[in-house]
């Protein structure tokens, strides 16, 4: 079988005529509908459509004496470009570079994100608060904070979204908030020490563990636990802030650790070593923001596919793969993506110390990702096992 699928995937790549044009509707005129996955569709913990208000937090430590002049975050003031992480409302204009940029462009326009920054300074130093709180130390620090911003902020605009269980959502206010996520200048590059101490040892899809934390008088409440209200980005400076965000709000889009894509892919769940922020199309068609019009579905379960001639475009800008489907009842598929590097988010990493670590893929071409069954489980391994990238070769 596997030999039979290579037989078709050069068969493809050899047929495939580049054409950058407007994106077009169902470009291959192969017909069927895309198989539905078996571990459901559609955002995970909150909604892959529709409006989300998120708040993001800026914080820093009193005592944090790590690179103190960096003009991207000196210390005791905001980022230089704290303003420019997200819009207030919407537009199919967004600020380049944004929340809301990148997701207008990776849902074509079907996710809006949109929300506030905020700037603030804990009231205590990290020593102090490794003597204030015996366990949970970080969840303690952030419920201090989100008390403290609560005297000045609705969080009325943050709660659209009720749960009603995993990929099933609706449009009204269940009394939580849908997402603060609180990014730290620097929890430990000065002091190590502080890293597991205080429980930053890594970024993370919560804000902490411990009770719901009442705000707005208790009208409304924010749950610092797993994948229910926030997450949390333990150093701005020293990493690529802006995709460990994106990386971490969407666990909430895609579910747990075993939807990690791997290590030196694109993608937003994506592991060490990013070729690009991109969303693969693994990620696009679990949360429907590309459909049967986008795609052209191959089936190859019986060991062959149509024969057909694809003018296949740029994967981003054009919203446009092609899916071969070999067993969906053990969900193994191909995706095939045409990479030429047309997108603002194939090209940047606006806010890292580092950009070329991130500056797009290796090398324009044919990107075609291996799915071998898994389940949306906790195992960080599953999905880093089950999706093989095959790096434009």
């Known amino acids: 079988m596997i030999k039979k699928i290579l037989i078709i995937l050069i068969a493809l790549f050899l047929t495939k005529h580049f054409i950058y044009a407007q994106k077009t509707s169902d470009f291959c005129g192969v017909t069927g509908a895309i198989a539905s996955a078996s571990y459901g569709a559609g955002g995970y913990r909150l909604p892959s459509t529709g409006t989300i208000d998120m708040l993001l937090v800026f914080a820093e430590f009193p005592d944090d004496q790590y690179d103190t002049t960096n003009t991207r975050w000196v210390k005791g003031q905001q980022p230089q470009n704290m303003n420019n992480w997200i819009d207030n409302s919407w537009s199919s204009n967004p600020t380049q570079g944004s929340l809301t940029h990148y997701f207008n462009e990776m849902s074509d326009e079907k996710l809006k994100i949109t929300g506030k920054e905020i700037h603030i300074v804990a009231p205590h130093t990290r020593h ?25 902020e609705d969080f009325a605009r943050y709660d659209n979204w009720e749960y009603v269980k ?8 269940d009394t939580f908030v849908d997402m603060v996520i609180i990014i730290w200048r620097n929890v430990f590059n000065d ?19 411990g009770a719901d934390i009442p705000v707005d008088g208790g009208l409304r409440f924010i749950d610092p636990n797993t994948l229910r209200s926030g997450a949390t980005v333990n150093g701005y400076l ?25 290590f030196g892919f694109w993608g937003m769940l994506s592991d060490w070593g990013t070729k690009s922020y991109v969303a693969n199309s693994f990620e696009r068609a679990q949360l429907q923001w590309m459909d049967n019009t ?8 019986a060991g062959s596919a149509p024969d057909t001639t694809l003018n ?24 095939i993506e045409n990479h030429q590097n047309l997108s603002y988010w194939e090209t940047h990493a606006p806010f890292s110390d580092h950009p070329n670590s991130t500056d797009g893929l290796v090398e324009n071409g044919i990107y075609v990702i291996r799915q071998h069954s898994f389940s949306n489980g906790s195992n960080i391994m599953e999905m880093s096992k089950s999706l093989i990238p095959a790096d434009g070769r």
């Open 312 to 335: 296949l475009t740029d994967y981003i800008t054009n919203n446009q793969a092609i899916k071969v489907i070999v067993d969906t009842t053990d969900d193994k598929y191909f995706y």
């Open 128 to 152: 102090e608060y490794f003597n204030l709180y015996s366990s949970n130390k970080r969840g303690n620090i952030h419920r201090e904070l989100l008390q403290q911003i609560d005297l000045t």
């Open 166 to 173: 995993n990929y099933t959502h609706n449009e009204r206010n």
């Open 294 to 301: 986008d795609f052209c579905t191959l089936d190859a379960s």
């Open 191 to 209: 002091t190590l020490g502080y890293k597991s101490d205080l429980g930053f040892l890594y970024s993370y899809g919560d804000l902490g563990y």
């Open 238 to 262: 020293g990493t690529d802030p802006f995709k460990v965000t994106i990386h971490e709000f969407a666990h909430y889009l895609l579910g747990y650790n075993s939807m990690h894509n791997g």
